[in-house]
């Protein structure tokens, strides 16, 4: 197994762009999802296969992965963005970041 | 769309047993390509796998639990159940249960279900 590696904490104003990374070193073979998770809530899917976005969800979401690095992007943060926000990937078992709290000032 | 729902003890004693159910709907839950799958989340922390069961009986467990968890399937109710044995405070969580689909995504999450390990 590997851990996934996510910043803590993440702080932008309304309208700028928040990128998000999640960072493994043997992560490049691997598939990544993105989840958000508001506080009480369960998690929701936002971003697959890297950069696949499930039907529902705003196309402000979005994923890439290069190398040992994955990337959430979320274009225009609105407040409605303020949650924490998971990486996870499967390698024979599967495998979370340990989330990063995204605050919109 | 498919739905779940968590259910059992809020509350279960140090070195006991927990027990679980998944109840499933609104899809069947011997989808193949599907693993059924629990994960909890302690107060104000992050995500952690537990373990997933396809339903030809095949499972998957996170190293990490010493192999304390057991996740079981029955088609017959569209449940799916977890117990964690000799339980401590440290497994106090909410649990969720969730399918992990084809995309190896987990795309469909329970409610989630808060259980407390105390005396």
């Known amino acids: 197994s590997f851990d996934l590696t996510q910043p803590t904490s993440l702080s932008v104003f309304p309208g700028q762009t928040t990128t998000i990374t999640c960072s493994a070193s043997d992560l490049g073979d691997k598939y990544t999802s993105w989840y958000q998770q508001k506080p009480g809530q369960s998690p929701l899917l936002i971003i697959y296969?890297?950069?696949k976005r499930p039907s529902g969800i705003s196309e402000r979401f979005s994923g890439s992965h290069s190398g040992p690095t994955a990337t959430l992007t979320i274009s225009g943060t609105q407040p409605m963005d303020e949650a924490d926000y998971f990486c996870?990937?499967?390698?024979?078992?599967?495998?979370f970041g340990g989330g990063t709290k995204l605050t919109v000032l | 769309q498919v739905q779940l729902q968590e259910s059992g003890p809020g509350l279960v004693k140090p070195s006991q047993t927990l027990s679980l159910t998944c109840s499933v709907s609104g899809d069947s839950i011997i989808t193949g390509s599907s693993f059924w799958s629990w994960i909890r989340q302690p107060a104000g922390k992050g995500l952690e796998w537990i373990g997933y069961?396809?339903?030809?009986?095949?499972?998957n467990y996170n190293a990490s639990l010493k192999s304390r968890a057991t996740i079981a399937v029955d088609t017959s109710t569209k449940q799916f159940s977890l117990k964690l044995n000799s339980v401590t405070a440290a497994d106090t969580a909410v649990y969720f249960c969730?399918?992990?689909?084809?995309?190896?995504?987990?795309?469909?999450w329970g409610q989630g279900i808060l259980v407390t390990v105390s005396s």
């Open positions: 069961i396809s339903v030809s009986g095949t499972t």
């Open positions: 969730a399918r992990l689909g084809p995309q190896l995504a987990f795309d469909f």
């Open positions: 996870q990937a499967w390698d024979s078992s599967v495998v």
């Open positions: 296969e890297d950069h």
